[in-house]
């Protein structure tokens, strides 16, 4: 979507050629983030000690 940016004649595409690439590749690496590693973190969740906090998790003792 961003590549055809980079291709405009005259003027604006010399001021938006480095621009066009650079969001393109941002936006793909950003698809990239989300696919794998958002899914890898979501899938470890954290090892938390449930019988030292309240139902709320405030650490409070009963």
Do not use: H, K, W, Y
Request: charged letters at 15%; a negative charge.
């Amino acid at each position: 979507m961003f590549i055809p940016i980079s291709f405009l004649p005259g003027q604006a595409g010399g001021v938006f050629s480095e621009f066009g690439f650079v969001l393109a590749f941002c936006v793909t690496l950003s698809s990239a983030v989300a696919l794998t590693m958002a899914p890898m973190l979501a899938s470890n969740p954290r090892s938390g000690q449930a019988d030292e906090t309240d139902v709320e998790g405030r650490g409070e003792s009963p």
